[in-house]
T-cell receptor, first 114, second 114 residues
Framework: ETGVTQTPRHLVMGMTNKKSLKCEQHLGHNAMYWYKQSAKKPLELMFVYSLEERVENNSVPSRFSPECPNSSHLFLHLHTLQPEDSALYLC?????????????FGEGSWLTVV | AQKVTQAQTEISVVEKEDVTLDCVYETRDTTYYLFWYKQPPSGELVFLIRRNSFDEQNEISGRYSWNFQKSTSSFNFTITASQVVDSAVYFC???????????FGSGTKLNVKP
C-alpha cells in the first residue's frame, strides 16, 4: 500500500475539457511535488509545494494549474490541454524540501489528450 | 552542473542470472545524495535506497546490493539471482545539498525472462 495515492489512475480528455488530478499523502509530509514523465524523456519537475505554499514553478504552461489546500492534498487542474501533454503525471511527497529527504512517489495518473 | 548517466538503455537476462545496472553521476558539490528507484509497468516509482556522499559503505538488502565509489563517481546496483518480478525500469537520481531538484538518469529497462 503506497503512502501517496493518486486519482484517477487513467484519464482521457478532449482538448476543450477541464479535469483535475488528485493526490493525497498519508505520510505526514510537508512538501509535495508534481512531476511529468513523457515517453523517452527524463522526469520533469513541474511544481513544488512546501507547507501549502508554492515554492517552485518550472516554467509550466498556464493550462496546468496546481492547488494545495492543505499539506496532505495536492491537485493539478487541467484545461485546454494539447495532445503533447499526454504523459504520466506523478505526485510525490517528502518530509520537507531538504535534499537529504527521500521523495516518495504515487502510482501516477496516465493522461491521454485527444 | 549536475548530471546522471545511465548508459544502459535496456538489459535482458534470464531468471536467476545476476545483473548490474550502472549509474555515473556528475556534481561539484561535496554534499549530495544518491537514490535508486524502481518503476514497474504500473507506473509508481518505488524508492529502493538513498546514500549520502559521506557514506561510501556498500549496502546489501536481500538480493539487492549497491556499490558506491566516489573515485569513479558511480553508484551501481546489482540484483543477484534475478526474478521475473524484477522486470521494471530502474532510475538512478542525484540530489545536491544546495538545490532541491532531483536529477534523474534516463533509466534502464530490465527484462527478466523465465
Amino acid at each position: 500500500e503506497t503512502g501517496v495515492t493518486q486519482t484517477p489512475r487513467h484519464l482521457v480528455m478532449g482538448m476543450t475539457n477541464k479535469k483535475s488530478l488528485k493526490c493525497e499523502q498519508h505520510l505526514g509530509h510537508n512538501a509535495m511535488y508534481w512531476y511529468k514523465q513523457s515517453a523517452k524523456k527524463p522526469l520533469e519537475l513541474m511544481f513544488v509545494y512546501s507547507l501549502e505554499e508554492r515554492v517552485e514553478n518550472n516554467s509550466v504552461p498556464s493550462r496546468f494549474s496546481p492547488e494545495c489546500p492543505n499539506s496532505s492534498h495536492l491537485f493539478l487542474h487541467l484545461h485546454t490541454l494539447q495532445p503533447e501533454d499526454s504523459a504520466l503525471y506523478l505526485c510525490a511527497s517528502s518530509q520537507d524540501r531538504a535534499a537529504g529527504n527521500t521523495i516518495y512517489f504515487g502510482e501516477g495518473s496516465w493522461l491521454t489528450v485527444v | 552542473a549536475q548530471k546522471v548517466t545511465q548508459a544502459q538503455t535496456e538489459i535482458s537476462v534470464v531468471e536467476k542470472e545476476d545483473v548490474t545496472l550502472d549509474c555515473v553521476y556528475e556534481t561539484r558539490d561535496t554534499t549530495y545524495y544518491l537514490f535508486w528507484y524502481k518503476q514497474p509497468p504500473s507506473g509508481e516509482l518505488v524508492f529502493l535506497i538513498r546514500r549520502n556522499s559521506f557514506d561510501e559503505q556498500n549496502e546489501i538488502s536481500g538480493r539487492y546490493s549497491w556499490n558506491f565509489q566516489k573515485s569513479t563517481s558511480s553508484f551501481n546496483f546489482t540484483i543477484t539471482a534475478s526474478q521475473v518480478v524484477d522486470s521494471a525500469v530502474y532510475f538512478c537520481a542525484l540530489r545536491v545539498y544546495n538545490f532541491n531538484k532531483f536529477y534523474f538518469g534516463s533509466g534502464t529497462k530490465l527484462n527478466v525472462k523465465p
